[in-house]
């Protein structure tokens, strides 16, 4: 069992930046895929980002070169910077954790863009 908790949500205006944390309670943490997902109300749970165990990053294309995806291993820590939010980010953001049949979440972090 992996044990995430983000951290970092809250309420920002448009154009501002927000940074996501989420730790695993996991030693091992660094076999993981680490993954954003976010989730709007009535809408479906979308990937936002993810980055493997060896850094490799993807992210969606409605975040693209607004967000970086990061991780550092020896605190068992994934991170998420978004710049430049939208009001259309607003929704609950989650971690995620994968490898091979293991798939873990987060309870989600609030972050909300408005003026």
């Known amino acids: 069992q992996v044990h995430l908790v983000e951290s970092g949500g809250g309420l920002v205006q448009p154009g501002g930046s927000l940074r996501l944390s989420c730790a695993a309670s996991r030693s091992d943490f660094s076999i993981y895929t680490m993954g954003w997902y976010r989730q709007a109300p009535g809408k479906q749970r979308e990937l936002v980002a993810f980055?493997?165990?060896?850094?490799?990053?993807n992210y969606a294309d409605s975040v693209e070169g607004r967000s970086t995806i990061s991780r550092d291993n020896a605190k068992n820590t994934v991170y998420l910077q978004m710049n430049s939010l939208k009001p259309e980010d607003t929704a609950v953001y989650y971690c995620?954790?994968?490898?091979?049949?293991?798939?873990?979440w987060g309870q989600g972090t609030q972050v909300t863009v408005s003026s």
């Open positions: 995620n954790a994968k490898f091979l049949t293991r798939n873990y």
């Open positions: 980055i493997t165990s060896g850094g490799i990053t």
